[in-house]
């Protein structure tokens, strides 16, 4: 309960520490469960870097109208955050993360002056509850998600014409500050042309039109709000997302459901109905609050920006209603819409802690009981707050789990619909932007990974141990999707990958495989790992000797495609590849290196080698050597190679007829009498 007297040091610092809580349980959950992977709209976005390298980007695509939106000053920062990092969305996040405070400063800084003016309350209880308002997790898709940097943009540009037009020594200055506040939350999320609205709002509270500089700026504000909307609407497209004309009409009591559950779901984001009982609720105490302290004599220009921010968030409900009522109520409780409707709650706080203020200044019994109700409802509000937050932490690990599917399938594609429906876009297209990250090295295709949040490089440990369960030595572990990893077995089989020479910090997704020259096979192929988050330790791998010509097969998989052949892909081969035996030694051994020409050039000029690991030419020559010959080559063959510039089928020819290729085949196959090796 708020009091007028000041808490002692002890107290306050205890109050400190519960307003830091949240945002440090944030900046734990972003660090935690972010994923360094495009998702959704930030697909969109791909053209715009692309047009940057190829330099047909201007400034009349900044303009451009995505969905009801011309999102211009966000499309601005991603860019100059995508091109110095590679397009790493950490860099986004953590603006999304400044954004979220530089809003919690300006609400911070509104309560702690609106209580100050009304009446001599502690405000350190008051900072606490919004702390766990403006931080919840339940909004985490703004978070963690790299294109709502939009949403709080504007969030942040509402808050800022509300606070600057209402503050008491209010002159041109913080007129000028506010209009481009404004000008900000317009072009940056649909929503933001209510911002015009609420200043006006904020404007005839806090000046009126008696005096004649009130007048002036309330002319001014409706003249820049007017150049702003003629400058919004030209070249307007209704999107396809929205619904039919009149839909809402024919359905009022659905599009106010839904209106009603996007307020409630900072509250209540689980429950639909829930959700729409808490919102109406909300409302109607918002309402009743800012009468009850009129009628105690608190004035227009105290409750202004708390009445600015509800309207706001109110009619962000009913533009968002009108527009995306036909989804769903479901579609209401979406956390990239919490941000927004805090807003509600945020203004109900502050107001609701004023009332409850009254009760220490005031004998009367109403006053008292009207006081006590106030404090109730603000501790079930943070109570609500505290679980909906939580609530938030899992459907932050859903959405992290979807994330890291979505980066293994864009690494090493094996069902292009799964990544379609991840990432809510055409697949055609999705293939076509995956091209351009590929062709410029961006976000997963980023030769470097440098991160805000990157934490000490981690270890990757394991052994390697024979078929007979020794240990193994001399055997290379390396990552074939990064460049510079690898570590070699000790004399006890152990390996350990570490950071002097494989630079993996956290949140490393990639492949770890082991090899070896003289031709081994190995279980398993490799290791995967997506959002590598702590050191790992017994990743083991088992090798054998290739021995048979199943095993042949098995070792062309695993060197070529990283992965062991599919079910019924050994047999295969082995039926329609490797021809009869006939009577002599020279037959046999003619047989298996013909089988073996035939299976390597297939999977060397396969669909899966040549799109899926898009290996240059001097990786190229590796594979080759250590599929034909069973080796690494030699820096004075790899500089023979490069310097002869050949084409990759006249390489593979040279290789097929290499003595040291027959060589090799035989070597592994000695028949001591005809037979078909099996």
Not at 157 to 162: K, L, P
Not at 450 to 455: K, N
Not at 647 to 659: K, N
Request: aromatic fraction near 12%; hydrophobic fraction near 45%; include cysteine.
């Amino acid at each position: 309960m708020p009091r007028l007297v000041v808490n002692s040091s002890g107290q306050r610092r205890a109050w400190l520490f519960l307003a830091l809580a949240p945002w440090l349980l944030l900046l734990w959950a972003v660090v935690r469960y972010r994923v360094d992977v495009l998702w959704g709209d930030q697909w969109a976005f791909v053209p715009y870097v692309e047009a940057f390298f190829t330099g047909k980007l201007r400034l009349q695509h900044f303009w451009l109208q995505h969905q009801e939106h011309r999102p211009v000053f966000m499309r601005l920062i991603m860019l100059l955050l995508a091109l110095p990092s590679g397009w790493n969305v950490s860099y986004e996040i953590a603006a999304n993360v400044l954004l979220g405070s530089g809003l919690a400063a300006a609400v911070f800084l509104l309560a702690r002056r609106t209580v100050r003016r009304v009446g001599g309350l502690d405000v350190g209880p008051l900072i606490a509850l919004l702390s766990c308002i403006v931080f919840s997790l339940n909004q985490y898709e703004n978070w963690i998600w790299g294109w709502q940097i939009q949403i709080f943009l504007n969030a942040l540009g509402a808050a800022g014409v509300a606070i600057l037009l209402a503050h008491p020594s209010a002159g041109w200055r913080r007129f000028i500050l506010a209009a481009l506040c404004g000008i900000v939350a317009t072009y940056s999320f649909a929503n933001g042309l209510l911002v015009w609205a609420i200043g006006l709002l904020v404007l005839v509270m806090v000046s009126g039109l008696r005096a004649k500089e009130g007048r002036w700026r309330v002319a001014l504000w409706l003249v820049i709000a007017g150049l702003v909307y003629l400058s919004y609407f030209p070249g307007y497209v209704r999107p396809p997302c929205e619904p039919p004309v009149g839909w809402s009409v024919m359905t009022p009591f659905r599009t106010f459901f839904h209106g009603c559950v996007y307020l409630g779901g900072p509250i209540v984001p689980y429950a639909a109905r829930g959700a729409a009982i808490a919102g109406f609720l909300g409302v109607a105490l918002f309402a009743a609050s800012i009468w009850w302290l009129r009628r105690r004599g608190v004035g227009l220009p105290s409750l202004a920006p708390f009445v600015a921010l509800g309207c706001y968030a109110i009619g962000s409900a009913v533009i968002t209603a009108l527009g995306r009522s036909h989804n769903g109520p479901r579609q209401a409780l979406a956390s990239r819409y919490i941000t927004f409707a805090n807003f509600l709650w945020i203004s109900e706080v502050i107001l609701l802690f004023l009332v409850s203020g009254f009760r220490a200044r005031s004998a009367t019994r109403e006053t008292r009981r009207v006081g006590l109700a106030a404090g109730f409802l603000l501790v079930t509000i943070a109570a609500l707050s505290v679980v909906g937050s939580l609530s938030g932490i899992r459907g932050l690990r859903d959405h992290y789990n979807e994330l890291l599917l979505e980066r293994q399938e864009i690494l090493w594609p094996r069902d292009e619909h799964v990544l379609g429906q991840l990432c809510f876009q055409q697949i055609d297209f999705i293939r076509s932007q995956v091209d351009v990250l590929k062709k410029y090295r961006l976000s997963v295709f980023r030769r470097t990974s440098p991160g805000i949040f990157s934490r000490a490089k981690l270890e990757i440990a394991g052994t390697i141990r024979n078929a007979d369960g020794g240990p193994t030595s001399g055997f290379r572990l390396e990552t074939p999707d990064d460049v510079g990893g690898f570590a070699v077995t000790d004399s006890q089989g152990k390996y350990a990958l570490a950071p002097s020479s494989f630079q993996k910090r956290y949140g490393w997704t990639g492949r770890v495989a082991p090899w070896k020259a003289g031709g081994y096979v190995f279980a398993p192929a490799f290791k995967g790992y997506v959002g590598l988050a702590t050191d790992t330790r017994d990743r083991d791998f088992t090798a054998r000797r290739i021995r048979t010509t199943a095993d042949l097969v098995r070792y062309f998989y695993q060197r070529l495609l990283l992965r062991d052949p599919e079910p019924g892909a050994v047999k295969s081969w082995l039926n329609g590849g490797v021809p009869k035996d006939t009577g002599s030694r020279e037959d046999a051994h003619s047989a298996v290196r013909a089988a073996v020409r035939a299976i390597v050039r297939s999977l060397l000029t396969s669909k899966e080698y040549v799109e899926n690991r898009h290996r240059p030419d001097s990786d190229f020559f590796v594979d080759c050597f250590r599929i034909y010959v069973l080796r690494d080559p030699t820096p004075a063959e790899m500089s023979d190679l490069l310097r002869k510039r050949r084409t990759r089928s006249e390489l593979i020819g040279e290789f097929e007829r290499m003595p040291e290729f027959e060589k090799a085949v035989d070597d592994l196959f000695p028949f001591d009498r005809p037979r078909r090796p099996q």
